[in-house]
């Protein structure tokens, strides 16, 4: 029997493993597995966490060597600030969170959280620290109970309500033919672009990571469901010391970041807070001023002069 079980268990962890990893890879980001397989190096340890501190260190990357992505991206998050990171499209916001969370590996430099190298580290102790809310959720074809627990498998009935309560998903869900037990996902009840993030948020509660990641949705949400959204990840997911990471598409919703990252050609064009950056009248002022005359309907917050 011991013989029996202990490759039964063996497995089934590396199971769980490789489909957590792979669901996370191509279902999350739509993305190809290309990579060979991340191997954790004989003398990995799980990664030590103390606040969460991230640094990205003359880090250069490509997924195409023709087409360089970042030269020398070099910038440091500290433990518990908000930031956001904006930018042209294309500029790599979206790669930043791919290479923190080892999807992608850097061709040279090094990203650091809390003093250690996330290459040095066992891989699943660092995903285990981050959690993603991204652009697009995608759902799984079973009910709501699953999809949001999803975040932590191990999460019970209770854990999963509470989390989905929190994300004020809840009201909707009761009000579904079946509550929880609705089917969703691909052929079964639509859900809308809102809904859909504030189910990512109820996942992210269950699974309550030190590092978030927030890849705001460029069209999905409309404003009002997007203020309200924020408001919602404000006063759930950030009210404790948390380092949060908003990769944004609109400059609206970074205006209180403890830092502001402008990337462009390869690296860091300029940072600092909103108001820094906008006395600084550089590419993000730039940016600020075009988006507001593109939002001219919507109200968007005072400009700082
Ligand atoms: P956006 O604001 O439009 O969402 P972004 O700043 O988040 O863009 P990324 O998604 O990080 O940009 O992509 C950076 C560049 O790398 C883009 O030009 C994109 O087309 C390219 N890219 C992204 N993923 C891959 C991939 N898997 N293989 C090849 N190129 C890719």
Sequence with gaps: V?????????LGTIYREVRQSLLDMEVLFNLQVEN????????????????????????AFAYHPSRPIFHDLTFTIPAGKKIAIVGPSGCGKSTVFRLLYRFYEP????????????????????????????????????DIMHNVRYGRLDASDEEVIAAAKKAHVHETIVKLPHGYATTVGERGLMVSGGEKQRLAVARVLLKDPPILFFDEATSALDAQTESELMKNINATLLNHARTSIFIAHRLRTVVEADLIIVLKDGGVFEQGTHEELMLARGLYYLMWQEQQAADVSESPPAVVE
Aim: net charge neutral.
């Design 107 to 142: 061709s040279s430099g090094r990203i650091l959280v809390d003093g250690q190298d996330i290459s040095r580290v066992q891989l699943a102790s660092l995903r285990s620290a981050v959690g993603v809310v991204p652009q697009d959720t995608p759902l799984f074809h079973a």
């Design 2 to 10: 011991f013989q029996l079980s202990m490759p039964l268990n063996f």
């Design 36 to 59: 060979p397989p991340i191997k954790d190096p004989p003398d990995a340890k799980p990664l030590a966490l103390s606040g969460a501190k991230i640094s990205f260190e003359n880090v």
